[in-house]
C-alpha cells in the first residue's frame, strides 16, 4: 500500500512538471487565438510597410574586378641594392615607385584617384527622370547633358540643382544653387535659375561657373516628364565612392587586388572600375617619368650652353686663320704636342667635372626645386655624388606619390622629409670634397700643361694659338655629342614605360545586394508577429492584479476548486443569493461544480468549512452565502456561521434584520449548551434546510473572543446536528482572527477576485499553506467577467438553455481537479481519475 501510494505521488509530480512545461506555450497559442485581428493587422501593417520600402528604396547593386599590380624587378625585399641604387643607361632612367601591395591599395583608395576618375567619366553629374511614384536615376541616356567650366568645377562648394522640361518644344530650366564668396565676411547667396531655351546647345552664366546644355541625339526628351540634374565637385562625389569602394589583397602571397564597388547603377559601377585602373597607371607612369623628364630639361639646358660655347669657339678658330692666313699649320714637336694634347684632353675633362659640380649646385640652391628630383646621368665621374643623388631622387618619387593622399605633416611623409634633408646635406659635402679633389687634380694637371705649354713657346704663335684653339672645340664637341646620345636614351626611356596596374578580368556586376526582398518580407512578417506578442507582454508585465484562471496558476500551487463568474441582477432572489432550487443557469452550474469539488476535497467525518480572503471586498459572504444554499439544495443540514464579527454581512445578504442573536452571544459564554446554540439560530429564509449563526453584537475585543475554548465546543455541538458547517470570517490578510478560527475548520476556501486582487497578495497565500497556518487550502477565484478576453484568458458560456456536451472538469496545472477555467454548456459531469483532489498531506481519494 504505501508503495502504491508513493508510486501515486510520484506520477502526479510528473505530470505537473509535464503541465507546467506546457503553460507557456499554452498561454502564447492562447494569446494569438484570442488576440488574432491584432496579429493579423499587425502582419498586415508591416508587409505593407516592407512593400512601400522595397517601392521606394533604390536597390544598390555591387562590382568588382581583379588588378594585378606589376612588382618592381629591380627590387629585392623590398629593399634595392646599392648597385641598383644606381640608374645606368640599363635602366633607361626609368625610376620605380612600388613601395609594397599594402601602399598601392592605399593609393587606389585615395580620394584623390577618385577624384581623377570622376573627372574622366564626369560622375559629378547625376541625372533622375520624375517619375509617378519616384524619380529613377540614369545614366549615359539622360536626353540633355549638363555640365561645369572646369575652373569653376574645382571650386565649387555647394551642389548645383535644375530641373530640366520640355514645354510647348521649349526647355524651361530651373534650379537653385549657393555661391559662396571668397570674402570670409560676406554670407552665402542662395540663388535661383529659370530660363526658357528654343533650342540646345546653350550656356548659362551663373556666379558659380558657366553651365553648359546640350542635348543628346539618341534619346529625345520626354514631354511628361521632367529631367532632375544635380552638380557636386569632383572632390565631393569621388569622396563618396572612395567610401563606396573596398580593397582587399587575394592572397598574401600575390600582388592582386580586388576591388569592390557598390552604387545604384551597375553601368556606372563598371565603367568607374575600368577607368579607376586608367587613372592609376597614368598616375604611375607620371611618378616613373619624373626623373627622366627632369634630366631631359636639364641636358637640353646644357645642350644650348654648350652649343653657344662651341660656335664661339668655332668662330673664334676662323678669325684667326683669317687673320693669319693659316691654312693647314705642321707641328713643331710631335712628341712636345702630343704631351700637351694628353694634359690640354685632361684638363678639360676636370674643367668639365668642376663646371658639373657648380652647375648641379646651382640648380639645389634654387627654392624652387628643393624636395625635387636631380638631374643623374650627366657625366658626372664622382660615384659618391651619383649614388647619393640616385637615393635622393627614389625618396622624392616615394614623397610625391604619398602627398597625392596626405598631408606633408603626416606621419607617413614627415621621415621621407627628414631624410631628403640629410641626404641633401650629404650630397652638398660629397659634391664639396669631389670640387676640391677635381681642383687638386686640376691644379697637377695645369702645372704639367704648363711645362709642355712652355716647350711649345718656340712655335710660332699662329700654331700655338690654332692648336689651342682646335683643342677647345674639340672638348666642346665631344660634351655637346653625349649629352645628344643621353637626350636620346632618356627618350627612349620615357617611351617605353609600361603600366603598372593590369586589370586580369572586365570588371563584373556580382548582382543587387541591397535591399534583400526576401530578407525584408521575412523581418517584417516577424516584426509583424512580434509586435503584438511584445505588446500583450509588456501589458501583461505591467499587471498587478489577477485576472483570471491562468494568473492565479502561475502564482500558487494551490488547487483551484471554481472560478464564479460576476452575478446578473437577474438570477439574484435576495440581494446576494443567486443559487436557487429547480433552476438551471450559470451560477447554478458554477455553485454545483464548486460544491463537488469541495466534497472531493473533504474526507470522511469531515464537514466544517471555512472561507476567508487577503483583504475585504474579495466576494467571502458572497461565495459562502451561495455556496451554503447549494450544499442545502441537496438536502443535506447546513449551518453558516458569520465568523467576522468585526464587520457582519450575513444579516444584509439574507436580507434579516435580527441583529442580536448571533454567535458572540455564545462566545461570552464559558461553557454553550446545545440549547444556547439553538437560541441563536435564525432561519435563512431561503432553504428549509439552511440555518444561520450570525455574528451578532460586534463586540470590543473581537481576537480574544475567537480565541475562547467556546468556539471548538460550539463546532462540536454543531457538528451533531449538521452535515455541513460554513464559517464566514474576517480577511487573513488584514487581522488574525481567522488564525485562530482555522484550528476548527476541516478545509480552507482562500477567496480571491478578478481585477480587485493584487497579485503581491498570493505571497501571503503561500506562506499561509506553507506554515500550515490555514488547514486544506484551496482557491475560488471570484468576478470573472465571462464577456471579455483579457490578455489571453478567455470565459465563455455560451446560451444556457441548449444544452450539448456538457462543461468540462479536469485537472488544474497542479495535478489537482477542479473546474476549468474555460466554460461551455453543461450538463453531465465528467470523470475523476486517482490523481483528484485530496487533502494536502493525504492524495487518497474521496469515493
Same mark, same amino acid.
Not at 665621374?381 to 603626416?410: G, H, Q
Given at each position: 500500500?504505501?508503495?502504491?501510494?508513493?508510486?501515486?505521488?510520484?506520477?502526479?509530480?510528473?505530470?505537473?512538471?509535464?503541465?507546467?512545461?506546457?503553460?507557456?506555450?499554452?498561454?502564447?497559442?492562447?494569446?494569438?487565438?484570442?488576440?488574432?485581428?491584432?496579429?493579423?493587422?499587425? &502582419?498586415?501593417?508591416?508587409?505593407?510597410?516592407?512593400?512601400?520600402?522595397?517601392?521606394?528604396?533604390?536597390?544598390?547593386?555591387?562590382?568588382?574586378?581583379?588588378?594585378?599590380?606589376?612588382?618592381?624587378?629591380?627590387?629585392?625585399?623590398?629593399?634595392?641594392?646599392?648597385?641598383?641604387?644606381?640608374?645606368?643607361?640599363?635602366?633607361?632612367?626609368?625610376?620605380?615607385?612600388?613601395?609594397?601591395?599594402?601602399?598601392?591599395?592605399?593609393?587606389?583608395?585615395?580620394?584623390?584617384?577618385?577624384?581623377?576618375?570622376?573627372?574622366?567619366?564626369?560622375?559629378?553629374?547625376?541625372?533622375?527622370?520624375?517619375?509617378?511614384?519616384?524619380?529613377?536615376?540614369?545614366?549615359?541616356?539622360?536626353?540633355?547633358?549638363?555640365?561645369?567650366?572646369?575652373? *569653376?568645377?574645382?571650386?565649387?562648394?555647394?551642389?548645383?540643382?535644375?530641373?530640366?522640361?520640355?514645354?510647348?518644344?521649349?526647355?524651361?530650366? #530651373?534650379? %537653385?544653387?549657393?555661391?559662396?564668396?571668397?570674402?570670409?565676411?560676406?554670407?552665402?547667396?542662395?540663388?535661383?535659375?529659370?530660363?526658357?531655351?528654343?533650342?540646345?546647345?546653350?550656356?548659362? @552664366?551663373?556666379?558659380?561657373?558657366?553651365?553648359?546644355?546640350?542635348?543628346?541625339?539618341?534619346?529625345?526628351?520626354?514631354?511628361?516628364?521632367?529631367?532632375?540634374?544635380?552638380?557636386?565637385?569632383?572632390?565631393?562625389?569621388?569622396?563618396?565612392?572612395?567610401?563606396?569602394?573596398?580593397?582587399?589583397?587575394? *592572397?598574401?602571397?600575390?600582388?592582386?587586388?580586388?576591388?569592390?564597388?557598390?552604387?545604384?547603377?551597375?553601368?556606372?559601377?563598371?565603367?568607374?572600375?575600368?577607368?579607376?585602373?586608367?587613372?592609376?597607371?597614368?598616375?604611375?607612369? $607620371?611618378?616613373?617619368?619624373?626623373?627622366?623628364?627632369?634630366?631631359?630639361?636639364?641636358?637640353?639646358?646644357?645642350?644650348?650652353?654648350?652649343?653657344?660655347?662651341?660656335?664661339?669657339?668655332?668662330?673664334?678658330?676662323?678669325?684667326?686663320?683669317?687673320?693669319?692666313?693659316?691654312?693647314?699649320?705642321?707641328?713643331?714637336?710631335?712628341? #712636345?704636342?702630343? @704631351?700637351?694634347?694628353?694634359? #690640354? !684632353?685632361?684638363?678639360?675633362?676636370?674643367? &668639365?667635372?668642376?663646371?658639373?659640380?657648380?652647375?648641379?649646385?646651382?640648380?639645389?640652391?634654387?627654392?624652387?626645386?628643393?624636395? !625635387?628630383?636631380?638631374? +643623374?646621368?650627366?657625366?658626372?665621374?664622382?660615384?659618391?655624388?651619383?649614388?647619393?643623388?640616385?637615393?635622393?631622387?627614389?625618396?622624392?618619387?616615394?614623397?610625391?606619390?604619398?602627398?597625392?593622399?596626405?598631408?606633408?605633416?603626416?606621419?607617413?611623409?614627415?621621415?621621407?622629409?627628414?631624410?631628403?634633408?640629410?641626404?641633401?646635406?650629404?650630397?652638398?659635402?660629397?659634391?664639396?670634397?669631389?670640387?676640391?679633389?677635381?681642383?687638386?687634380?686640376?691644379?697637377?694637371?695645369?702645372?704639367?700643361?704648363?711645362?709642355?705649354?712652355?716647350?711649345?713657346?718656340?712655335?710660332?704663335? !699662329?700654331?700655338?694659338?690654332?692648336?689651342?684653339?682646335?683643342? !677647345?672645340?674639340?672638348?666642346?664637341?665631344?660634351?655637346?655629342?653625349?649629352?645628344?646620345?643621353?637626350? $636620346? $636614351?632618356?627618350?627612349?626611356?620615357?617611351?617605353?614605360?609600361?603600366?603598372?596596374?593590369?586589370?586580369?578580368?572586365?570588371?563584373?556586376?556580382?548582382?543587387?545586394?541591397?535591399?534583400?526582398?526576401?530578407?525584408?518580407?521575412?523581418?517584417?512578417?516577424?516584426?509583424?508577429?512580434?509586435?503584438?506578442?511584445?505588446?500583450?507582454?509588456?501589458?501583461?508585465?505591467?499587471?498587478?492584479?489577477?485576472?483570471?484562471?491562468?494568473?492565479?496558476?502561475?502564482?500558487?500551487?494551490?488547487?483551484?476548486?471554481?472560478?464564479?463568474?460576476?452575478?446578473?441582477?437577474?438570477?439574484?432572489?435576495?440581494?446576494?443569493?443567486?443559487?436557487?432550487?429547480?433552476?438551471?443557469?450559470?451560477?447554478?452550474?458554477?455553485?454545483?461544480? &464548486?460544491?463537488?469539488?469541495?466534497?472531493?476535497?473533504?474526507?470522511?467525518?469531515?464537514?466544517?468549512?471555512?472561507?476567508?480572503? +487577503?483583504?475585504?471586498?474579495?466576494?467571502?459572504?458572497?461565495? %459562502?452565502?451561495?455556496?451554503?444554499?447549494?450544499?442545502?439544495?441537496?438536502?443535506?443540514?447546513?449551518?453558516?456561521?458569520?465568523?467576522?464579527?468585526?464587520?457582519?454581512?450575513?444579516?444584509?445578504?439574507?436580507?434579516?434584520?435580527?441583529?442580536?442573536?448571533?454567535?458572540?452571544?455564545?462566545?461570552?459564554?464559558?461553557?454553550?449548551?446545545?440549547?444556547?446554540?439553538?437560541?441563536?439560530?435564525?432561519?435563512?429564509?431561503?432553504?428549509?434546510?439552511?440555518? &444561520?449563526?450570525?455574528?451578532?453584537?460586534?463586540?470590543?475585543?473581537?481576537?480574544?473572543?475567537?480565541?475562547?475554548?467556546?468556539?471548538?465546543?460550539?463546532?462540536?455541538?454543531?457538528?451533531?446536528?449538521?452535515?455541513?458547517?460554513?464559517?464566514?470570517?474576517?480577511?487573513?490578510?488584514?487581522?488574525?482572527? #481567522?488564525?485562530?478560527?482555522?484550528?476548527?475548520?476541516?478545509?480552507?476556501?482562500?477567496?480571491?477576485?478578478?481585477?480587485?486582487?493584487?497579485?503581491?497578495?498570493?505571497?501571503?497565500?503561500?506562506?499561509?499553506?506553507?506554515?500550515?497556518?490555514?488547514?486544506?487550502?484551496?482557491?475560488?477565484?471570484?468576478?470573472?467577467?465571462?464577456?471579455?478576453?483579457?490578455?489571453?484568458?478567455?470565459?465563455?458560456?455560451?446560451?444556457?438553455?441548449?444544452?450539448?456536451?456538457?462543461?468540462?472538469?479536469?485537472?488544474?496545472?497542479?495535478?489537482?481537479?477542479?473546474?476549468?477555467?474555460?466554460?461551455? *454548456?453543461?450538463? +453531465?459531469?465528467?470523470?475523476?481519475?486517482?490523481?483528484?483532489?485530496? @487533502?494536502?498531506?493525504?492524495?487518497?481519494?474521496?469515493?
Amino acid at each position: 500500500m504505501e508503495e502504491n501510494k508513493n508510486a501515486g505521488l510520484y506520477n502526479v509530480q510528473q505530470e505537473n512538471e509535464t503541465e507546467k512545461s506546457s503553460f507557456d506555450i499554452r498561454t502564447l497559442y492562447t494569446m494569438v487565438v484570442l488576440n488574432w485581428k491584432w496579429f493579423v493587422l499587425s &502582419l498586415v501593417v508591416c508587409l505593407s510597410l516592407a512593400v512601400i520600402y522595397l517601392k521606394f528604396t533604390t536597390p544598390i547593386y555591387q562590382a568588382n574586378v581583379k588588378l594585378l599590380i606589376k612588382e618592381d624587378q629591380n627590387n629585392s625585399n623590398g629593399r634595392s641594392s646599392g648597385k641598383s641604387q644606381l640608374l645606368t643607361s640599363t635602366t633607361l632612367g626609368i625610376m620605380s615607385n612600388s613601395a609594397g601591395i599594402d601602399n598601392e591599395m592605399v593609393i587606389l583608395g585615395s580620394t584623390a584617384l577618385a577624384s581623377e576618375t570622376v573627372k574622366d567619366l564626369k560622375l559629378y553629374v547625376n541625372y533622375w527622370i520624375s517619375g509617378r511614384v519616384k524619380n529613377h536615376i540614369i545614366y549615359r541616356t539622360q536626353p540633355v547633358s549638363v555640365d561645369l567650366d572646369g575652373n *569653376s568645377l574645382d571650386n565649387l562648394k555647394m551642389p548645383i540643382k535644375l530641373t530640366i522640361k520640355l514645354e510647348n518644344g521649349k526647355y524651361h530650366i #530651373t534650379g %537653385t544653387y549657393v555661391y559662396v564668396p571668397s570674402d570670409p565676411d560676406k554670407l552665402p547667396e542662395k540663388l535661383k535659375i529659370d530660363r526658357t531655351v528654343a533650342r540646345l546647345p546653350f550656356t548659362l @552664366n551663373t556666379k558659380v561657373g558657366v553651365l553648359s546644355f546640350k542635348a543628346n541625339p539618341l534619346y529625345a526628351m520626354p514631354t511628361d516628364r521632367s529631367l532632375k540634374v544635380l552638380i557636386v565637385s569632383p572632390k565631393m562625389a569621388g569622396a563618396a565612392y572612395a567610401n563606396s569602394m573596398s580593397i582587399s589583397q587575394t *592572397s598574401k602571397t600575390t600582388t592582386i587586388a580586388e576591388l569592390v564597388i557598390k552604387d545604384a547603377v551597375p553601368m556606372r559601377a563598371v565603367d568607374y572600375l575600368r577607368q579607376l585602373s586608367v587613372c592609376y597607371n597614368r598616375q604611375a607612369n $607620371e611618378d616613373k617619368n619624373e626623373i627622366a623628364m627632369r634630366t631631359e630639361q636639364f641636358i637640353n639646358t646644357r645642350l644650348e650652353k654648350i652649343n653657344n660655347e662651341l660656335g664661339a669657339t668655332e668662330g673664334n678658330l676662323e678669325s684667326t686663320k683669317r687673320r693669319y692666313n693659316i691654312v693647314d699649320p705642321k707641328l713643331n714637336s710631335a712628341q #712636345t704636342l702630343a @704631351n700637351s694634347d694628353s694634359y #690640354t !684632353q685632361k684638363l678639360a675633362e676636370m674643367n &668639365l667635372q668642376l663646371e658639373l659640380l657648380r652647375s648641379i649646385n646651382e640648380y639645389m640652391n634654387e627654392p624652387a626645386n628643393k624636395y !625635387q628630383t636631380l638631374p +643623374t646621368n650627366v657625366g658626372l665621374n664622382d660615384p659618391t655624388s651619383s649614388a647619393l643623388i640616385n637615393k635622393y631622387n627614389e625618396i622624392v618619387m616615394e614623397r610625391n606619390r604619398l602627398l597625392r593622399s596626405a598631408s606633408e605633416t603626416s606621419p607617413s611623409v614627415t621621415p621621407l622629409t627628414a631624410q631628403l634633408d640629410d641626404l641633401t646635406n650629404s650630397i652638398r659635402r660629397a659634391m664639396s670634397q669631389a670640387q676640391r679633389n677635381a681642383d687638386i687634380q686640376r691644379n697637377s694637371i695645369l702645372q704639367q700643361y704648363n711645362t709642355y705649354a712652355g716647350q711649345l713657346s718656340s712655335t710660332p704663335e !699662329q700654331e700655338r694659338i690654332l692648336t689651342q684653339i682646335g683643342r !677647345q672645340q674639340e672638348v666642346k664637341s665631344g660634351l655637346y655629342l653625349m649629352l645628344l646620345q643621353k637626350r $636620346e $636614351e632618356n627618350s627612349i626611356s620615357l617611351a617605353a614605360t609600361a603600366d603598372k596596374g593590369k586589370l586580369i578580368d572586365d570588371p563584373l556586376v556580382m548582382g543587387k545586394i541591397s535591399p534583400k526582398s526576401s530578407v525584408i518580407m521575412l523581418m517584417a512578417f516577424v516584426l509583424g508577429l512580434a509586435l503584438p506578442v511584445g505588446v500583450l507582454f509588456l501589458i501583461n508585465f505591467f499587471r498587478y492584479k489577477i485576472e483570471g484562471h491562468d494568473d492565479v496558476e502561475t502564482l500558487t500551487n494551490l488547487p483551484i476548486i471554481g472560478d464564479v463568474a460576476i452575478a446578473s441582477e437577474e438570477v439574484k432572489s435576495k440581494a446576494g443569493i443567486v443559487v436557487h432550487e429547480n433552476t438551471n443557469n450559470i451560477m447554478e452550474e458554477i455553485f454545483r461544480s &464548486l460544491r463537488t469539488n469541495i466534497q472531493f476535497m473533504l474526507k470522511d467525518n469531515q464537514k466544517v468549512i471555512m472561507t476567508t480572503s +487577503t483583504t475585504s471586498g474579495e466576494g467571502k459572504t458572497f461565495i %459562502t452565502s451561495n455556496l451554503a444554499v447549494s450544499f442545502a439544495l441537496l438536502g443535506k443540514k447546513v449551518v453558516l456561521i458569520g465568523l467576522d464579527i468585526r464587520k457582519p454581512r450575513l444579516a444584509q445578504l439574507f436580507e434579516l434584520k435580527d441583529r442580536k442573536h448571533g454567535i458572540t452571544n455564545l462566545l461570552v459564554h464559558g461553557n454553550p449548551t446545545k440549547e444556547d446554540i439553538r437560541e441563536q439560530i435564525v432561519k435563512s429564509g431561503v432553504n428549509d434546510n439552511l440555518d &444561520l449563526l450570525m455574528a451578532g453584537p460586534i463586540p470590543p475585543n473581537p481576537t480574544e473572543l475567537v480565541s475562547r475554548p467556546a468556539l471548538p465546543q460550539i463546532i462540536e455541538l454543531l457538528k451533531e446536528d449538521y452535515d455541513y458547517i460554513l464559517m464566514d470570517t474576517a480577511p487573513a490578510g488584514l487581522v488574525t482572527d #481567522t488564525m485562530q478560527i482555522g484550528r476548527c475548520a476541516d478545509m480552507t476556501v482562500y477567496m480571491c477576485r478578478a481585477d480587485y486582487t493584487a497579485k503581491a497578495s498570493f505571497e501571503l497565500i503561500n506562506t499561509f499553506d506553507k506554515q500550515n497556518k490555514l488547514p486544506n487550502m484551496c482557491i475560488v477565484i471570484n468576478g470573472i467577467d465571462m464577456s471579455k478576453k483579457k490578455y489571453g484568458y478567455y470565459y465563455g458560456y455560451g446560451k444556457y438553455g441548449k444544452y450539448g456536451k456538457y462543461g468540462k472538469y479536469g485537472r488544474s496545472n497542479n495535478g489537482r481537479y477542479g473546474y476549468t477555467s474555460t466554460y461551455g *454548456s453543461y450538463g +453531465t459531469y465528467g470523470s475523476y481519475t486517482s490523481s483528484g483532489y485530496g @487533502n494536502k498531506n493525504d492524495n487518497s481519494i474521496k469515493k
